[in-house]
């Protein structure tokens, strides 16, 4: 059941606001932890981008509710008792297309129900697509010149009565359920724009937590959604559309806080996709494509392969990662007495993301998914036995970029180029490898140039062919040292930075110096 701030939550008697800090809060079993059936399970998806077509009408290309359906009818299978979403459901924030998403639910639950009739909670929030997105590129501006008629088909003309028609639910910017016992508290996207890297957060997150002290059983982990990330948790202080900290300072005096969010589109594959510190908090991936440009940002240099982020870099070689019609992710959520279990999926090929996450309980108490201790105990990614590095020389075309306001056009030019070859370096079982650092090595000990390459297949199951394909690299000549020989060193890195040992190339003839003007 939903229930709005403004009323109903007098429901409490539980500890208070400050009982919580520091302490231990619920007791854990000795031993192996519990199995059998979940206190409760729910499954989680966020950024589903249901789209409609360029004319308002059909889906656009890749962004319909097909892959949406066969989740929820997975989590169906499954058994839940709740599904999550964490925003960004309609992409172009159109009213036609939340009800789309609406329809698609409940085809697979109809009346809210399970094929046993057990009832199933939605637990659902806006994203800035939602709140926004018929801005994005004018796009319904385009479609309905007339401001009354646009209007129409706005979600944002009234969040709150469209979500209640939609849905048949009542909405407030922050809401709260009840599941088997377990409390879930969702916050609706409600700054005014999305300003990417550094968002303003979601409003009313710190006052809802201080007005009602009372709501949360001490004794139990609880859920906290919102879209983009609490600052400082989940991939560390750089993690793209985290919030201003609101949610990290609301969320700081309750170490049984479990909190899910989305916004960036990071792969379920990347380790630091779960974070544990005050409180405990996963980015959710993406249900539409997983965002190769954020998911392990190398600055100042960026990917070879990356995409058009913060790192774009208009003289290097290679296109970026594409991952729109797969790397589709979300997880399953099951709560026992003494752990919570987290299921990683990829819903294209249906296959598994990893191991479990295994969160122990009490939280407060034991932190394994603290980054450091997670690398510590992370198994490093290796090449296969006898695997070798080959350097050969070929042509191609920087990407170039035109001109922008005062900053000047880079053309796309034939360059000469060095291509890397090498295999995949999953060899080690548990050891995956997430990118590769590469390293031009002066023999006169000069300064060493460095450069990154996502691994094929960052986003997808071990089990998927992807993974193992033999990996290239091409790298323009007049991106590598200069008039000296110099040798390449390819390392495989896993998500949390730990290295394996580096495959080493032969000795490179040295690059004319380009002439002095």
């Known amino acids: 059941m939903s229930t709005n701030i403004s009323r109903r939550w007098f429901i409490g008697g539980l500890a208070s606001f400050g009982a919580f800090g520091g302490n231990r809060i619920f007791q854990a079993h000795a031993g192996t932890f519990a199995s059998g059936k979940p206190n409760v399970t729910f499954g989680v998806v966020s950024d589903v981008h249901v789209r409609l077509g360029p004319n308002g009408e059909g889906f656009a290309k890749d962004h319909d509710t097909a892959t949406l359906i066969h989740t929820f009818e997975w989590f169906r299978s499954k058994g839940v008792d709740a599904v999550m979403i964490v925003g960004d459901i309609a992409d172009k924030g159109l009213v036609d297309e939340l009800q789309f998403v609406a329809d698609a639910w409940f085809k697979v639950f109809p009346d809210d129900k399970a094929p046993d009739g057990r009832h199933v909670q939605r637990l659902f929030v806006y994203g800035n697509h939602d709140?926004?997105?018929?801005?994005?590129?004018?796009?319904?501006?385009?479609?309905?010149?007339?401001?009354?008629?646009?209007?129409?088909?706005?979600?944002?003309?009234?969040?709150?009565?469209?979500?209640?028609?939609?849905?048949?639910?009542?909405?407030?910017?922050?809401?709260?359920?009840?599941?088997?016992?377990?409390?879930?508290?969702?916050?609706?996207?409600?700054?005014?724009?999305?300003?990417?890297?550094?968002?303003?957060?979601?409003?009313?997150?710190?006052?809802?937590?201080?007005?009602?002290?009372?709501?949360?059983?001490?004794?139990?982990?609880?859920?906290?959604?919102?879209?983009?990330?609490p600052k400082d948790t989940c991939y560390g202080s750089w993690a793209w559309g985290h919030d201003d900290g609101r949610a990290t300072r609301a969320l700081t005096p309750f170490p049984n806080a479990i909190a899910f969010s989305g916004h960036s589109h990071t792969t379920l594959t990347h380790d630091q996709s779960i974070w544990q510190g005050a409180f405990t908090s996963l980015g959710t991936s993406s249900l539409r494509y997983t965002g190769g440009s954020y998911a392990k940002i190398r600055l100042p240099e960026g990917y070879e392969n990356g995409g058009g982020d913060a790192a774009f870099d208009p003289y290097k070689i290679m296109s970026g990662y594409g991952s729109t019609r797969d790397g589709r992710q979300g997880m399953l959520v099951r709560v026992y007495d003494d752990h919570v279990a987290f299921t990683r999926r990829e819903f294209v090929y249906d296959q598994s993301l990893g191991d479990d996450w295994v969160l122990p309980l009490p939280a407060a108490e034991s932190k394994p998914f603290a980054f450091a201790e997670h690398a510590k105990r992370s198994i490093a990614p290796e090449f296969p036995a006898g695997a070798s590095l080959i350097v050969s020389r070929g042509r191609g075309k920087n990407r170039g970029v035109p001109a922008k306001g005062k900053t000047p056009a880079v053309p796309a030019e034939e360059k000469d180029v060095f291509v890397l070859d090498f295999p995949a370096a999953n060899a080690v079982k548990g050891g995956r490898v997430f990118d590769y650092e590469i390293v031009a090595v002066p023999k006169d000990g000069g300064k060493k140039t460095r450069r990154y390459l996502m691994a094929d297949g960052y986003n997808m199951s071990t089990d998927n062919p992807r993974t193992w394909r033999p990996q290239t690299c091409r790298i323009a000549a007049d991106q590598l040292p200069q008039g000296v020989e110099f040798r390449f060193a390819v390392r495989p890195v896993n998500s949390l930075g730990k290295p394996g040992r580096p495959l080493v190339s032969g000795w490179q003839p040295a690059i004319a110096a380009p002439a002095k003007a």
């Not at 801005?135 to 209640?164: C, F, S």
């Open 131 to 229: 709140f926004e997105g018929f801005n994005y590129g004018g796009y319904a501006k385009k479609i309905w010149p007339d401001d009354a008629e646009r209007a129409k088909h706005v979600l944002r003309t009234d969040q709150k009565a469209n979500w209640e028609k939609i849905f048949h639910e009542e909405y407030a910017p922050v809401m709260c359920w009840n599941v088997n016992g377990y409390t879930f508290v969702g916050a609706h996207w409600t700054a005014d724009k999305c300003k990417g890297k550094e968002e303003t957060g979601i409003g009313g997150v710190e006052e809802f937590f201080s007005a009602h002290p009372n709501l949360l059983d001490p004794k139990k982990p609880f859920f906290y959604f919102q879209h983009p990330h």
